[in-house]
C-alpha cells in the first residue's frame, strides 16, 4: 500500500483507506474501485492524494506533455537563474521547480516574447549601483498618512469588526454605506471558492453564510487595495504587480484550506496587502524605489534584503509601519512585517502561511512584485504547515482557476 498523487490516479485503482476533501468531508469509502468519475470529484474537492491498494510509497513517473526541447531548455536555464536564491535540493522546492519549468516551457510555446525574457534573465552585466542613501522609514510612513488619510468606511469596518455587542445588521450597513465595496465584495464572495449554490445578493446575506467577521476582514482588503490602485512606476509592471499580489492572496486562503485553517479570508487579505511597502515608496520616493528595482536586475540578491542594504529598512517594514498607524488588526501586521521572515516571529501562523504563499507565487510566475528572483524559501515555515509536496500541483490548478475570477473583479 501507499500514497499517490490524484494525478496518478487511474480507473480500476482500489482504495486502501477512505478519501477526505481538505475540509474533512468524506469523498470516497475504504476499497471502492475508482472510475474516471471519481477521480474528477476528488480533484474538483481539492484531494492531493490517496492510499491505493498494492501500490508501493515510491513517487510515481508521470509522462510529461509533448513540448519542443528547446523550450524545456530554455525553461530549465530560467529555473537555475530564478531559483539560486534556495536551496533546490529540498523536496518540495523540487516539485516547485519541475512546475515552473513545465509552466514556463508551455509559455515560451504560446509566447515567442517569452524567449526574449530568457535570454535577458541571463544577462550577465554589471548592474547600475543604486543612487539612493539610506531613508527614514517614520518619514516616509509619515508622509504616506498625509497623502492618504485614514479613511472613513475603513475606520467604521475596523470598529465594527472588533466590536463583540456590533450587530450583523450594523456590520452590514457599514459596509452597505460604500456602494462600490459592496459590489467587490459581494462579487468575491460568488466565486468558485466559496461554492454557494444560489447567488449572494446582499451584504446581510454573506454575513449569515460566511459571519460578520470573515466579511468585514473582505471589505478591509478590498478598501485598502482601493487606495493603492493608482501608484505607478517605470520599472514595475502594475498589472502584474497586482496580480502577483491577488494571487498571495489566493495561495494563502487555498493552503490555509489544506491546512484546516478556521478563518481563511484573513489570509486572503494578509496575500493582497503584503507588498504595498512597494507601492508606497513608488510614491512618495519615487527615486530610491525606481534605483533599487533597477540595480537588483543582474544581481542575484532577493530584493528585499537590496533594499534593506540600500535604505536602511524594506518594503515589508514600511507597509507595517503603515497599516500600524491604521490601527490595523495585529495578526494582518505580522503577516505583512514578517513574510519574508517568519522566524524573526516565532512563525506565528499569518507570517508562516504568507512567507510560503508568496514563495509558491513567485515560483509559479503568478504576475510579479519587482523582483527578478524567486525569494528564499524558510524551511521550518514549509514544514510547520504539515502538508504533502503534492499538494503543489493541486494548489496550482485551484490558483489558476481563481486568480483570474478576482484579478476581473478588481480591475475590470
Not at 278 to 301: D, H, P, T, Y
Not at 314 to 336: F, G, S
Amino acid at each position: 500500500m501507499g500514497l499517490l498523487k490524484v494525478d496518478d490516479f487511474k480507473p480500476g485503482m482500489v482504495l486502501a483507506a477512505e478519501l477526505k476533501s481538505s475540509q474533512g468531508r468524506m469523498l470516497l469509502p475504504k476499497g471502492i474501485q475508482l472510475t474516471e468519475q471519481h477521480i474528477k470529484t476528488c480533484k474538483i474537492w481539492g484531494v492531493v492524494e490517496g492510499d491505493i491498494l498494492g501500490e508501493g510509497n515510491q513517487e510515481a513517473e508521470t509522462s510529461p506533455p509533448a513540448l519542443n526541447p528547446e523550450d524545456l531548455e530554455k525553461a530549465r536555464c530560467m529555473a537555475k537563474i530564478k531559483f539560486c536564491l534556495t536551496d533546490v535540493r529540498h523536496p518540495m522546492v523540487r516539485e516547485v521547480v519541475k512546475l515552473y519549468i513545465l509552466r514556463k516551457a508551455q509559455a515560451l510555446a504560446l509566447n515567442a516574447d517569452d524567449a526574449v525574457q530568457a535570454l535577458n534573465l541571463s544577462d550577465t552585466s554589471p548592474p547600475e549601483r543604486a543612487i539612493s542613501s539610506r531613508e527614514n522609514v517614520e518619514d516616509i510612513a509619515q508622509q504616506e498618512l498625509e497623502l492618504a488619510s485614514h479613511p472613513d468606511i475603513l475606520r467604521h469596518i475596523l470598529q465594527a469588526s472588533s466590536d463583540p455587542l456590533a450587530s450583523a445588521a450594523y456590520v452590514a450597513e457599514v459596509v452597505g454605506k460604500d456602494v462600490a465595496l459592496s459590489a467587490k465584495l459581494l462579487k468575491v464572495v460568488n466565486t468558485p471558492f466559496y461554492g454557494f449554490p444560489q447567488k449572494v445578493d446582499t451584504i446581510s446575506r454573506a454575513i449569515v453564510l460566511l459571519g460578520q467577521d470573515k466579511v468585514a476582514g473582505l471589505a478591509l482588503g478590498i478598501s485598502v487595495i482601493n487606495m493603492f490602485q493608482g501608484a505607478q512606476g517605470e520599472l514595475l509592471d502594475m498589472a502584474g504587480f497586482w496580480k502577483h499580489s491577488v494571487a498571495c492572496g489566493i495561495m494563502g486562503m487555498f493552503l490555509a484550506a489544506h491546512c484546516n485553517e478556521q478563518d481563511k479570508e484573513r489570509f486572503f487579505v494578509a496575500g493582497l496587502l503584503h507588498d504595498v511597502g512597494r507601492l508606497i515608496m513608488l510614491k512618495n520616493r519615487v527615486q530610491a524605489a525606481q534605483s533599487v528595482l533597477s540595480e537588483s536586475r543582474g544581481l542575484k540578491v532577493a530584493l528585499h534584503d537590496l533594499e534593506n542594504a540600500r535604505w536602511g529598512f524594506d518594503h515589508a517594514r514600511l507597509a507595517e509601519l503603515v497599516l500600524e498607524k491604521w490601527e490595523l488588526p495585529e495578526n494582518l501586521l505580522l503577516a505583512v512585517r514578517y513574510h519574508h521572515a517568519p522566524g524573526a516571529c516565532g512563525y506565528a501562523r499569518d507570517a508562516v502561511m504568507i512567507h510560503v504563499a508568496d514563495f509558491l507565487t513567485h515560483s509559479l510566475a503568478l504576475g510579479n512584485s519587482g523582483a527578478t528572483l524567486v525569494p528564499p524559501l524558510d524551511r521550518h515555515a514549509w514544514e510547520s504547515l504539515g502538508l504533502s509536496k503534492n499538494v503543489l500541483p493541486v494548489l496550482t490548478r485551484q490558483v489558476d482557476i481563481q486568480v483570474g475570477h478576482i484579478m476581473r473583479i478588481f480591475f475590470g
